[in-house]
């Protein structure tokens, strides 16, 4: 499987999303690839924000050595499925990609848990540090719903 989260600035929710499955896969001995990426260029080549280090190291996850890049159209070709962090970064990428996403490509990521379905990952970024805590306990379980969907997806094949 190849997984690639995508939020805006590709430094506050989608690394924590990166790091949190890029853990679970490691743990699970999976050889599964898993990337992130923003919509927006401002932050390019950057670490993740602090807080976002902060909260992911208090939870025994290292995303220091990621870095920020930007979505791109060939992503269509090398991810397997594409999450987006928000709806409005769904959008964003829908109309970016045109007819190039493959039926069932492109998902919010809080959909594939019956109990969060159709709702975004807050933004932290506008907010105060404690926001990150919240965002990486909303992140975590909605891995564990997305690496359930994956593996059978994998299973499957
Ligand atoms: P992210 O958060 O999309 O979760 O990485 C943001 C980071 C930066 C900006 C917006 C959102 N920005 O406007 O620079």
Redesign the pocket.
């Known amino acids: 499987m190849r997984i690639l989260f995508v939020?805006?600035?590709?430094?506050?929710?989608?690394?924590i999303a990166d790091g949190w499955m890029r853990h679970k896969v490691a743990s699970e001995n999976l050889k599964w690839v898993i990337d992130s990426a923003?919509t927006?260029s401002?932050?390019v080549g950057e670490a993740p924000?602090p807080q976002s280090q902060r909260v992911c190291r208090e939870n025994g996850l290292d995303i220091s050595g990621l870095r920020?890049r930007q979505f791109r159209a060939s992503d269509f070709e090398q991810f397997d499925l594409i999450y987006a962090?928000s709806s409005d970064?769904l959008e964003e990428i829908r109309q970016l990609a045109g007819p190039r996403i493959k039926s069932g490509q492109l998902r919010l990521f809080l959909d594939e848990d019956p109990q969060t379905q159709g709702q975004s990952?807050t933004?932290?970024?506008?907010g105060p540090p404690e926001g990150y805590d919240a965002v990486f306990q909303v992140i975590a379980q909605g891995g564990e719903a997305i690496f359930q969907t994956c593996l059978l997806a994998d299973r499957a094949r």
Do not use: K
């Open positions: 939020c805006l600035g590709n430094i506050c929710r989608s690394p923003g927006e401002y932050h924000h920020a962090m970064v990952v933004d932290p970024w506008y």
